[in-house]
């Protein structure tokens, strides 16, 4: 639990805001930060104290983006090959 309260603090500390730890057999952090890089310097932050040994980090869109990247893949010709 330590590690945990270290982590949260440190999250608040650099910008962004924690929305879940959830501590099983390993760690999911669930947070949402001001930019990509924050998210970034939150997970470098983390390596580099020790309370890491790997990471896995998924950057998950707004609606507000899927939308306009929906559009962008609309509006772009693609010709799939032929598989013969």
Known sequence: METIEAERKSLWAIGAQPARFEPATSLQVIMEAPSDV??????????????????????????????????KAGGASYAASSVK
Not at 42 to 53: F, N, P, Q, S, T
């Open 38 to 71: 924050i998210a970034m310097a939150i997970v470098i932050r983390a390596i580099g104290a020790g309370h890491l040994r790997s990471t896995k980090t998924t950057r998950l869109y707004t609606a507000q983006e899927a939308t306009r990247a929906m559009k």
